[in-house]
């Protein structure tokens, strides 16, 4: 059974810092598109970042600058290093094999945690 379980989360001050971890088991994911998404109430999910099997990362703008996306293929485990928190990032964060579809949007694909709560307040 394939499962993605996240970790990490918590309730942060506005301008503080929190590093999520996704480990992967049932299968590997050294050699695929994995990424962060969140899901805010009363908002659609949004993209966050993304990792290749080589490393090459991509963010939303939102992420930019602030985050930084990582894995450890070894451990089959993806990081999501947060940096600089504002209230407007509190949302559930679930990590998700990526796939980009032919309009260039990136989604989750298949296989997705059930996400951690990151709680930033003001």
């Known amino acids: 059974q394939v499962q993605l379980v996240e970790s990490g989360g918590g309730l942060v001050q506005a301008g503080g810092s929190l590093r999520l971890s996704c480990a992967a088991s049932?299968?590997?994911?050294?050699?695929?598109?994995m990424g962060w998404f969140r899901r805010a109430p009363g908002k659609e999910r949004e993209f966050v970042a993304s990792?290749?099997?080589?490393?090459?990362?991509y963010y939303a703008d939102s992420a930019r600058r602030r985050f930084t996306i990582s894995r450890n293929n070894a451990k089959n485990t993806v990081f999501l290093q947060m940096n600089s928190l504002k209230p407007e990032d509190t949302a559930v964060y679930f990590c998700?094999?990526?796939?980009?579809?032919?309009?260039?949007?990136?989604?989750?694909?298949?296989?997705w945690g059930q996400g951690t709560q990151v709680t930033v307040s003001s």
């Open positions: 998700a094999r990526v796939k980009i579809t032919p309009s260039s949007s990136y989604e989750p694909d298949t296989y």
């Open positions: 990792i290749n099997w080589s490393s090459n990362t």
């Open positions: 049932g299968r590997t994911f050294s050699l695929e598109t």
